[in-house]
């Protein structure tokens, strides 16, 4: 007799089955406006791990709850003052018997948070490849800002995007205020080349302002879309050309709008 007939499908597969649906519409849940599930085939293969591991539990306990009644009072018990003990945060992780208890889904899980959180700085570190001067960071943040207010123009999302902006405003003032200063000084010294310290400090200060606009990036990478890409792409083109720079939309400080903002 084969396992179809002894109802094997009903009785293993479909409880399993279940099981991975309802807890791949718990994860898209718990990851909407977090990062994306299938960003990276790192991210999706830890997400069918964890559905699988699911599906397991839910076909053990099918097996093993004609058996409830024959467990010792004992270990019942035991098991109840478990449940009773204080629950840590969810943003803490969780203690190693508890990933044993589980059988690998709450380290699976965490895996899964740490991969979709590297996907999004993976991505948007790909995506400033090739912005290699202050003004083309100031063009492409100051359009990218536009882009994203005008998509999400709730007042939480909007209040986000204008306190990150300012952020990167002011590591981008930062890093050409270091930029300045190198000018002069080699200027002063009858032209002569950069040092070694301050091409690091230029470098230093310009990667800050690149991380901080990564910041600005992955808001776009959690809560938009693939799709958007495209878009994102075509205003980094944009901000990259020459004829950015023979604009007039040219967004530019004068040094007592930065001084004030400062204060």
Request: charged residues 25%.
């Amino acid at each position: 007799m084969s396992w179809i007939d002894q109802g094997w499908l009903a009785d293993y597969a479909l409880p399993a089955a279940v099981s991975a649906v309802v807890t791949w519409v718990g994860l898209a849940r718990e990851f909407a406006g977090k990062g994306r599930l299938l960003g990276s085939w790192a991210s999706a293969g830890l997400m069918v791990l964890v559905l699988m591991l699911m599906g397991v539990v839910a076909a053990a306990t099918v097996v093993l709850l004609p058996h409830a009644a024959s467990i010792p009072p004992v270990i019942a018990g035991a098991a109840a003052g478990a449940a009773a003990l204080p629950r840590r945060k969810q943003d803490e992780p969780a203690q190693p018997y508890v990933k044993f208890m589980t059988l690998g889904i709450a380290l699976a899980r965490e895996r899964l948070v740490q991969r979709v959180h590297l996907d999004a700085c993976t991505w948007s570190d790909r995506f400033l490849h090739g912005i290699e001067t202050s003004a083309q960071l100031r063009v492409f943040v100051h359009d990218l800002k536009l882009y994203l207010l005008e998509r999400y123009p709730l007042a939480g999302a909007t209040k986000a995007i204008n306190a990150i902006y300012t952020d990167v405003e002011k590591a981008i003032d930062e890093a050409l205020d270091v930029q300045t200063r190198i000018d002069e000084a080699c200027r002063q010294d009858e032209d002569r080349e950069p040092t070694g310290d301050e091409l690091i400090a230029r470098r230093q200060a310009f990667g800050t302002a690149l991380a901080h606009c990564g910041h600005l990036l992955r808001f776009a990478y959690v809560h938009g879309r693939r799709s958007e890409t495209k878009e994102l792409r075509a205003v980094r083109a944009k901000a990259m050309s020459n004829d950015a720079f023979h604009s007039p939309a040219l967004p530019q400080r004068r040094w007592i709008d930065r001084w004030i903002s400062r204060r």
